[in-house]
T-cell receptor, first 113, second 114 residues
Framework: AQSVSQHNHHVILSEAASLELGCNYS??????LFWYVQYPGQHLQLLLK????DPLVKGIKGFEAEFIKSKFSFNLRKPSVQWSDTAEYFCAVNARNNYQLIWGAGTKLIIKP | ETGVTQSPTHLIKTRGQQVTLRCSSQ?????VSWYQQALGQGPQFIFQ???????GRGNFPPRFSGLQFPNYSSELNVNALELDDSALYLC?????????????FGEGSRLTVL
């Protein structure tokens, strides 16, 4: 069965620090990959996605993620975080042409001002 | 603002009762998915509706059922509530391409079962 693992449940950083959140998935076929973000008091929203092509994808608010097929990973990065990046981040995967998203447990990111 | 609205936002029920949650999809979207998010976990897929028919189902028992209406709004019904049904229920809509997984979420209905 497909599964998604996010390595850190809680991350605390200072402003201007660099960020990398890990995501690994288990599935042998072709996948679509997503990072969603949930800011405090708001709904889940798409941060970035990978379907095919360049494995380095850029999303909103300066976030990027790199798909490494050999490692089954899709890690999220940001070179310099801001206090407003405080949120919960979810990695999600679906098999190509399958509507069912499989989600990680989420990482709560707290940025200290 | 996604245009996906859910009601009610919060509700409390007791074991054995039944609940109906409602969702209005974003304009132009014909696909609605429902997810259950327990505390401290990621969302779990319940089912998806496309053009008024159930299009796929996750690992949830038959007491979880749903409907989609001609205007693409949707309901989630849960019968014989159990304590473990306490969770945030998320509705997400998407457009014609069902396979992309790009979903637009509502803010959820938080159900507490006592």
């Amino acid at each position: 069965a497909q599964s998604v693992s996010q390595h850190n449940h809680h991350v605390i950083l200072s402003e201007a620090a660099s960020l990398e959140l890990g995501c690994n998935y288990s599935y042998g076929g072709t996948v679509n990959l997503f990072w969603y973000v949930q800011y405090p008091g708001q709904h889940l929203q798409l941060l970035l996605k990978y379907f095919s092509g360049d494995p380095l994808v850029k999303g909103i608010k300066g976030f990027e993620a790199e798909f490494i097929k050999s490692k089954f990973s899709f890690n999220l990065r940001k070179p310099s975080v801001q206090w407003s990046d405080t949120a919960e981040y979810f990695c999600a995967v679906n098999a190509r042409n399958n509507y069912q998203l499989i989600w990680g447990a989420g990482t709560k990111l707290i940025i200290k001002p | 603002e996604t245009g996906v609205t859910q009601s009610p936002t919060h509700l409390i029920k007791t074991r054995g009762q039944q609940v109906t949650l409602r969702c209005s999809s974003q304009s132009g979207h014909n696909t609605v998915s429902w997810y259950q998010q327990a505390l401290g976990q990621g969302p779990q897929f319940i089912f998806q509706y496309y053009r008024e028919e159930e299009n796929g189902r996750g690992n949830f028992p038959p007491r979880f059922s749903g409907l989609q209406f001609p205007n693409y709004s949707s309901e989630l019904n849960v019968n014989a509530l159990e304590l473990d049904d306490s969770a945030l229920y998320l509705c997400a809509s998407s457009g014609r391409d069902r396979g992309t997984g790009e979903l637009f979420f509502g803010e959820g209905s938080r159900l507490t079962v006592l």
